[in-house]
Every structure is written in C-alpha cells, then in structure tokens.
C-alpha cells in the first residue's frame, strides 16, 4: 500500500527551524504509530488559480511557519481546500495565522480580515502583533474541556514552545468564534493559542510549534494525532 501524502504548504528554508523539524516530526509520528506516510513540501509560489486540482493527491494539509508566505492567496487557498474537503489540516505558528484569517474571509464574510505583518494599515487587523514577543519563547497551554485537543494531549496542560511576533487580535475573538471555530487552547494569561474547527474530522491550528519536539527526537502527540488522521483519511 502506498504511504499517504501530506502535503506541507509554505516556503522550505532550511535556516527556519520548524522547517527542519517538521519530516523529523512526521517521520518519529509514523514510526510511533505505525502509520505510513509521505511528507511533500508544496511552495506557495507553486499555487496557482486551481488549488484544489493541485492538491487532490494529497491526503492531508499542513500549513508551516515562516510567514508572510510567497503567495498568500495560495496558501488560504490550500487551507481552505483542506477545510471544504475534510482533510486532516495542521496549522503551526503562520498556519495558526493563516487558518483564521481563511475561516473570517471565506466562512464569517469578514473580506475585510487582515494580517498586520502584510497590512499594518488595516481595519480589521484580525491578526495583530502580540503583547509580548513570543519569538523563542516557551509557556503553558491550558486546554479547554471537551476539545480534541485536550483528548490528544490527554493532559490538561503542556509546556509548549514558540517562533512568532503576531497572534489572534482579542478584540476580535468574539466574532471570529462565533461558528464551529472554538478557541482550544490557552495560554495562562488567557489568550488564544490553539483553535479547532468542530465538525471537521481533523482540523487544529497552534500558534505554538509542536514539530519542535522532534529536535529532541520525540514524537509529539499533536503530531501523532494528525498522522493518524492523515493515513485514515
């Protein structure tokens, strides 16, 4: 039986971190499993006007870091295909970013939803720079009762680590939230770190990077998770 492909949307450098660690992560995810699967990088400059041509032969999505992204229509394009097909999507740090503004434009109609990194001047900046830079910073997240989260973690917290300057602005948490997109994660000041699409057989976006684990050479249960979820797809 040929290995599932997952398909990683962003731009490989290889002096990004995350982009290192993520086939490692995937890799040890596979062999803790026992899941067979493919990780194939897809450069956003690569998509173009049919993205979900493109991407039929992959089984599963994730969007990496290292945002602003070559093509950013494309990589919200991609994430939108995972989200409309019900593929297994993983978000991490841009990812994280980047989920939300697709599901604000594409499922709330906020076509005016903006990161400010790319669009410092925007109305509805529903990405905003943090309070407190979180660029090789590590904290605790508290996961919400109920979520898949909570179940793939098994635990009610976790130390995680992050790489970004930008997260979910909480003045528009309220009306971003307010459909089958659900805050899951926390951090212990109360902030959104980690979102959930319920009714998707799989689709979680962290704005923490749990493929860093792997640089320790352990597998992730986030990761594992999706793993899982891409080979049954």
């Not at 990780?39 to 992959?58: C, K, N, S």
């Not at 109305?123 to 309070?131: E, F, G, H, K, S």
């Not at 976006?205 to 594992?224: F, M």
Request: charged content about 20%.
């Amino acid at each position: 039986m040929n290995p599932r492909r997952i398909a990683l949307i962003g731009d490989f450098h290889p002096e990004v971190i995350a982009h290192r660690a993520i086939p490692q992560a995937i890799r040890l995810a596979a062999a803790q499993t026992g899941r067979s699967v493919e990780a194939v990088w897809v450069g956003t400059a690569t998509l173009g006007r049919d993205v979900p041509a493109q991407l039929a032969d992959y089984d599963a999505i994730w969007c990496v870091p290292a945002s602003p992204y070559a093509n950013t229509e494309g990589a919200l394009a991609a994430i939108r295909f995972a989200r409309e097909s019900h593929r297994p999507f993983l978000g991490t740090c841009g990812g994280f970013q980047h989920a939300l503004l697709e599901y604000a434009r594409n499922v709330l109609g906020l076509h005016g939803a903006e990161h400010a990194e790319t669009a410092p001047d925007a109305t509805m900046p529903l990405i905003a720079p943090l309070t407190c830079s979180l660029v090789e910073k590590s904290g605790i997240i508290v996961f919400a009762k109920g979520s898949r989260l909570l179940g793939i973690y098994g635990a009610g917290e976790a130390e995680e680590t992050y790489h970004c300057n930008f997260g979910l602005n909480p003045g528009f948490e309220r009306l971003l939230l307010e459909g089958a997109m659900r805050v899951c994660g926390r951090d212990q000041a109360g902030e959104a770190r980690a979102v959930e699409l319920v009714g998707h057989p799989f689709f979680i976006a962290t704005l923490y990077q749990p493929e860093r684990a792997a640089l320790q050479g352990k597998a992730h249960p986030l990761v594992n998770a999706f793993v899982v979820a891409a080979a049954s797809a």
